[in-house]
């Protein structure tokens, strides 16, 4: 199983600033026939569905907001929020769809300092 | 536009059987487009992807729970259910059912709010 480990855990940051979530791989999840990297991010609030944020580690899904953005490639990848707002308290958690059994990491905090 | 709404009973004793139905409305489960899925979250613990249905029938699971796992589309009814087997406290968790793009090892787009289960006597 690919294993994905998130870092930090939780973050605290002020409005307008930057957040920056890490996500780490245990093997890589790009597939080289294609040059994709097979990592999703998604966004949860408390008591509402997780909502799909960015796929294809960088392309971002219709709706969401382009202070969201992804990078990254084979085991390292980033879920940056460029500028905090108060609607972005939330849980963030990545996923491979590189090989199954589908993966997720363990999910980040993000706060208002 | 497409929702996503588990039901089931939320209190199962050991040993007994799961058993969950994610209804799809505002769109057809019949899509070639599309796999849906279950994802349970246990509480305190990270997310687990259960398994996943083609509406062909076609099914793929999480190697750790496939001997315990059946997963079965209905297409006239717009639903597709899970089964968990003998199941254990390890069981509680939040269930999930969700639209998995990509194929056969997808990312999902679209997800309902999830439902408890609790495994108790």
């Known amino acids: ?5 998130q870092s930090p855990d939780s973050l605290a940051v002020s409005l307008g600033e930057r957040a920056t979530i890490n996500c ?4 890589s999840v790009l597939y ?11 966004q949860q609030k408390p008591g509402q569905p997780p909502k799909l944020l960015i796929y294809w580690a960088s392309t971002r899904e219709s709706g969401v907001p382009d202070r969201f953005s992804g990078s990254g490639s084979g085991t390292d990848f980033t879920l940056t929020i460029s500028s905090l707002q108060a609607e972005d ?9 590189y090989s199954t059994p589908l993966t997720f990491g363990g999910g980040t905090k993000v706060e208002i300092k | 536009q497409l929702q996503l709404q588990e039901s089931g009973p939320g209190l199962v004793k050991p040993s007994e059987t799961l058993s969950l139905t994610c209804t799809v409305s505002g769109g057809s489960i019949s899509s070639r487009s599309y796999y849906w899925g ?9 997310r687990e992807w259960i398994g996943s249905i083609f509406y062909s029938g076609r099914t793929y699971y999480s190697p750790s729970l496939k001997s315990r796992v059946t997963i079965l589309v209905d297409t006239s009814k717009n639903q597709f259910s899970l089964k968990l087997s003998s199941v254990t406290a390890a069981d509680t968790a939040v269930y999930y059912c969700a639209r998995e793009i990509g194929g056969h ?3 999902f787009d679209l997800w309902g709010r999830g439902t ?3 495994v108790s006597s």
């Open chain 2, 38 to 46: 279950w994802i349970r979250q246990p509480p305190g613990k990270g």
């Open chain 1, 89 to 97: 308290v939330s849980l963030y958690y990545c996923q491979q769809y």
């Open chain 2, 116 to 118: 408890l289960v609790t």
């Open chain 1, 1 to 5: 199983d690919i294993v994905m480990t």
């Open chain 2, 105 to 107: 090892s997808g990312y």
């Open chain 1, 32 to 42: 080289s026939s294609n040059n994709k990297n097979y990592l999703a991010w998604y």
């Open chain 1, 24 to 27: 780490k791989s245990s093997q």
